[in-house]
């Protein structure tokens, strides 16, 4: 007989709060505080909520892994497209960003060119799953996420790549209207990063549409965002309006900016330290004041399933 | 001298305004900030680290506001309380210094990253930060003699090149933070040197006057 045992993390849907209430909660508290209610009058947004509830893929979940508190995830966010500080994120993406109706475009060396609906988009890929990844920052602290959303090689499919299309180009949303980062700065708007299409087509590779079986909240990346968990997590681009197949290295946006300190694989590599700290180990979010650090591992822990993709690539110089 | 200028010579106004940013500390947690919970150790170690930055910046203020504005009632009454302000920037940067430890986890991986220039310029600067807290009290100027003890205490300059450097390299999209954080202070050495640099080349001869911080 099979006896399904729930893992901590597998809540019931009954113990979940109301998604409003939850992302409210904080603005009840300051408009309570501030003796205002002007603040609790404030839309909430929907990002993309075709295929929930998702199915849990076991074959993309290795052992040993506690998914991180659902309220770190959501609270402890880089996306400087709305603040440098990774606390504020969360109030600065939902003052009125809209991240529903969200289109795609897909261009570039392919056979089917399209802009289409992100909704449209999961639906034909045939909906969702869930899938426990590791997720490493650059920073050098590390999550792991229950990620909802589909395989990157599923677009590509059904879009059919043309033989000069080498490189996956993405790029982020730009409106400077809902995100305040995108007036100046150092940053040339809007957000881009890259993948060869090997790595694209990788099993690993993931779209997500969601977090622990709910629609993507806008401060992780709503409505559609990349996830490619040996890498580090400034390669999982977030809010993606664009994919274009190129036949020449796209410029992600970090290596523009600090070509010394960020290059286009940014794999995963506890032997190769950022000029500025050692990527030998990890902070665990949500492990406490006084916990030690995890030692890093070779691509994320994903070894097996990418190292062949580098097989004869110098990674000390390609980093 | 005027009322509130009588009030910053107060001791026990002054002790107080140094100890806030420590009762500050519990604030996030009452909060319940999500940055305090994620990582505590990594945000007290970002908030130690500014708030000495930011004392370090107020502290270095007060002699060019005294050289430029002579007859500046406020910047005379916060001078009386350099010393305290000093020990305080020192006392941050332990803490600094503590939550990096606990950042690390451990002693091999705290000193695992001293080869690394961010790195190495704050422990620098810690030192020498150590060095003048340990005597910045009375006996000590009088065992080194005042001229020595002025002469080792131009240390801050270096401690504040050092810091500029830590504090820059730790941005990592442009100088703009620290370029906000340190701009008061350029912008008064820039015209103190201006104005008392002149006056000091003329008497040079004369005084063989050495200024102080």
């Known amino acids: 007989m099979h006896i399904r045992k729930n893992k901590p993390w597998n809540l019931p849907e009954s113990s979940a709060t109301c998604e409003a209430d939850f992302i409210n909660r904080r603005r009840f508290l300051k408009a309570v505080g501030l003796g205002s209610s002007a603040l609790l009058g404030q839309s909430l947004t929907h990002a993309a909520t075709y295929g929930f509830p998702s199915k849990v893929n076991r074959e993309f979940r290795a052992d040993g892994l506690e998914p ?106 730009f409106d400077p209207n809902s995100a305040p980062g995108q007036n100046g ?34 401060q992780n990346g709503a409505p559609i965002r990349l996830v490619v968990p040996w890498k580090y997590g400034f390669k999982s681009i977030k809010s993606i309006v ?67 993709l580098y097989e004869g690539l110098n990674l000390k110089r390609n980093f | 001298m005027n009322p509130v200028a009588r009030f910053l010579r107060k001791r026990w106004f002054i002790h107080l305004l140094l100890c806030t940013p420590l009762f500050y500390v519990f604030f996030p947690s009452l909060q319940n900030d999500t940055k305090y919970f994620a990582d505590p150790a990594k945000y007290l170690l970002d908030y130690f680290g ?80 150590l060095g003048l807290a340990a005597t910045s009290n009375n006996w000590s100027v009088r065992k ?23 504090q820059a390299t730790q941005e990592k999209t442009g100088y703009r933070e620290t370029a906000k954080v340190f701009a008061p202070l350029i912008l008064l050495q820039t015209v103190r040197i201006a104005i008392y640099g002149k006056y000091a080349l003329k008497n040079r001869a004369k005084h063989d006057s050495t200024g102080s911080l």
């Open chain 1, 68 to 173: 991180t508190d659902y309220d770190l995830i959501k609270g402890y966010n880089n996306f400087y497209e709305f603040s440098y500080d990774k606390g504020e994120v969360q109030d600065l993406a939902n003052r009125g960003w809209q991240t529903e109706p969200w289109a795609i475009e897909i261009k570039g060396h392919i056979k089917r060119p399209q802009k289409i609906d992100v909704n449209e988009l999961i639906k034909k890929a045939g909906g969702i799953e869930q899938r426990v990844y590791r997720f490493r920052c650059v920073e050098a602290w590390s999550m792991v996420i229950p990620w909802d959303g589909f395989q990157l090689s599923t677009l590509i499919d059904m879009v059919e790549p043309t033989e000069k299309a080498r490189y996956l180009k993405f790029s982020t949303f």
């Open chain 2, 144 to 166: 080194l003699g005042g001229r020595n003890w002025k002469r080792i205490h131009r240390l801050a300059y270096l401690i504040m090149l050092l810091l500029i450097y830590h």
């Open chain 2, 50 to 129: 500014l708030t000495s930055t930011y004392l370090f910046v107020a502290l270095s203020m007060i002699t060019p506001l005294r050289k430029i504005f002579p007859k500046f009632a406020i910047a005379k009454s916060i001078a009386i309380h350099r010393r305290q302000i000093g020990v305080s920037v020192f006392i941050y940067a332990l803490l600094h210094l503590l939550m990096y430890f606990a950042y690390t986890g451990s002693w091999s991986e705290f000193v695992k990253d001293w080869d690394k220039l961010f790195i190495l310029s704050g422990i620098v600067g810690f030192t020498l930060l």
């Open chain 1, 242 to 308: 664009k994919i274009e197949f190129t036949n020449s290295r796209p410029m992600n946006t970090w290596q523009a900016l600090q070509p010394r300190e960020y290059g286009f694989y940014a794999n995963v590599n506890p032997t190769v330290d950022h000029p500025r700290w050692s990527q030998a180990t990890e902070r665990i979010i949500g492990s406490g004041f006084l916990s030690k650090r995890k030692d890093t591992l070779m691509f994320n822990g994903y070894e097996e399933q990418v190292s062949h």
């Open chain 1, 185 to 218: 700065g150092s940053i040339d708007w809007p957000y881009v990063e890259g993948l060869t299409i090997e790595e694209a087509k990788n099993e690993l590779s993931f779209l997500a549409t969601g977090i622990y079986g709910k629609a993507l909240p806008n």
